[in-house]
């Protein structure tokens, strides 16, 4: 038998290598595990993702169909009346809103002592403005621009033209004011506080 002295021997560390392998491997062993749950994480939610937008495609294409169906179905003049009806339901409204009370009490405030007012014809366009037609009797063209001078100060009329004016049979001067009234500026600027 041989024998040999075991002092002798080289001395390797072999410990500290299978250690350092070994935690490696656990390193190694949780990023896959780590990797391998999340691919089957994403591949989840790309199938439920991917799912969602075919449902979603399926509906968009659903409510297409309905909308195209539904134009289809509406009877363009039905759709005509109904809107001219509509119009006419505003004119209504505009017409109740207009206070003949408020107008009338801007033209006392506002008319000087020759001037009289004979008739006062309000009309409403489309975009809702309300125009009027005064007809007026005075002594003379001064007292007619003094009405207008007054009314453009009262901030509730713009644009007034005095048009067919005339001496009538009795010496009185006649015109026809025609005038943007606008009640809600004249109401803001009363509101205003006066520049100091």
């Known amino acids: 038998m041989l024998r040999g002295n075991l002092a002798t021997r080289p001395f390797y560390n ?10 490696a491997a656990i390193v190694i062993a949780a990023a896959t595990v ?35 169906r539904l134009r289809t179905a509406v009877d363009p003049k039905a759709l005509e009346f109904k809107a001219g009806e509509a119009r006419l339901a505003n004119e209504l409204i505009d ?14 405030t506002t008319l000087p002592d020759d001037v009289r007012i004979a008739a006062v014809r309000p009309q409403v366009d489309k975009d809702r403005n309300i125009s009027l037609r005064i007809h007026v009797f005075a002594r003379g063209v001064e007292d007619v621009n003094a009405f207008i001078e007054n ?3 009262t901030g509730a009329f713009a644009r007034i033209l005095s048009r067919d004016e005339k001496l009538n049979d009795k010496g009185e001067f006649e015109a026809d004011l025609d005038a943007l009234y606008v009640p809600g500026r004249a109401a803001a600027a009363a509101r205003a506080p006066e520049p100091r």
Do not use: G, I
């Open 14 to 23: 072999e410990r500290a290598v299978h250690l350092w392998l070994l935690a």
């Open 95 to 108: 017409r109740r809103t207009f206070s003949w009370t408020e107008l009338f009490n801007r033209f006392e």
């Open 34 to 68: 780590f990797n391998v749950s999340r691919v089957l994480r994403y591949s989840r939610s790309d199938t439920r993702l991917a799912t969602q937008a075919s449902n979603n495609e399926a509906r968009a294409a659903d409510l297409r169909r309905q909308a195209a």
């Open 151 to 153: 009314l453009e100060n």
